[in-house]
């Protein structure tokens, strides 16, 4: 297999406030959790996990001129990822509560400064890393009205510049508030498409796996289909079906285990390796991810 070419990941930076519960959560009372507070966001998580891999990699997007910005971009910076980060006066950082279970976790957002991210900062961006082969895109970025604009520019330039094109369908409530048909023509023609059990019921209706993306495959060249403990499958247009059976690893938390999925497969596939095997190395980070707190690599 060959190295990748840089990656571009554009979208989400994110404070995320982690709170690891002991058990179930007592509405309107207390429930004793551990909790910790430290970088997320879809985007700026798949950008660490690829860096981790050794593939040089640029996140694109946007925080608050305060505290939470400049400390968010310091972590990944010490990571291993060249920021191309819009500093935007007046809108704070975004932030996110976890509240994590063994096997769950439900999440409560502010998306603050990355409903501001914009078409023109992805432009000059996209100019300054000439050495890119592939873009890899959030779809908070498109569900979200206010930076829709530069995600959708980001795959059109993407497309303009000869770059192969990812997006990880993100979130499955906004997925079904903007529907099913409006969100498949945004990412018409894509590479691949990243959608979990619940993203590729909104998208394809209640079917197995190799049937949905059978369906969405319509839409996007290659679909992966993540479910969980029962694994991954990967259609092309070919009908061609791969699957990898998931790993058995004690579960701590699974934030950030779709951020990981992403970057294994992303850098397997890009480097050569096969349906099967980009599979086996996304399985692989999605298992090392749930083994601890939080959505980033470990030190």
Not at 16 to 35: E, M, R, Y
Not at 167 to 188: E, H, M, N, T
Request: charged content about 20%.
């Amino acid at each position: 297999m060959t190295r990748p070419a840089r990656v571009v990941v554009v979208g989400d930076v994110i404070t995320d406030v982690v709170a690891v519960l002991s058990g179930p959560l007592a509405v309107g009372s207390d429930t004793s959790a551990g909790i910790t507070v430290g970088g997320g966001g879809q985007a700026a998580n798949t950008a660490a996990w690829v860096a981790a891999q050794g593939v040089d990699v640029t996140l694109v997007a946007a925080v608050g001129d305060d505290d939470a910005g400049r400390d968010r971009v310091t972590e990944l910076e010490r990571a291993g990822v060249e920021c191309a980060i819009d500093r935007i006066e007046g809108a704070a950082t975004g932030t996110v509560i976890v509240l994590a279970t063994n096997a769950e976790r439900t999440m409560v957002s502010q998306r603050g400064a990355n409903l501001r991210l914009s078409a023109e900062h992805v432009d000059r961006a996209l100019a300054a890393v000439p050495d890119a082969g592939h873009l890899h895109l959030s779809a908070y970025t498109l569900l979200d009205a206010g930076s829709r604009g530069a995600g959708l520019r980001a795959l059109a330039a993407a497309r303009e510049r000869g770059l192969t094109t990812s997006v990880d369908a993100a979130s499955a409530a906004p997925l079904r508030r903007v529907g099913a048909a409006v969100f498949l023509s945004w990412v018409r023609d894509i590479d691949l498409l990243l959608v979990n059990a619940d993203e590729a019921t909104a998208l394809a209706g209640g079917l197995d796996p190799a049937a949905q993306g059978r369906v969405l495959s319509a839409s996007a060249r290659r679909v992966v289909v993540k479910n969980g403990a029962a694994g991954a499958v990967w259609v092309d247009r070919t009908a061609a079906v791969s699957v990898a059976p998931a790993r058995r690893v004690a579960v701590v938390d699974v934030t950030g285990a779709g951020d990981a999925f992403a970057a294994g497969l992303l850098t397997a596939w890009l480097a050569g390796a096969t349906p099967t095997a980009a599979l086996d190395r996304a399985s692989d980070l999605g298992a090392l991810a749930v083994c601890s707190v939080g959505g980033r690599p470990q030190p």
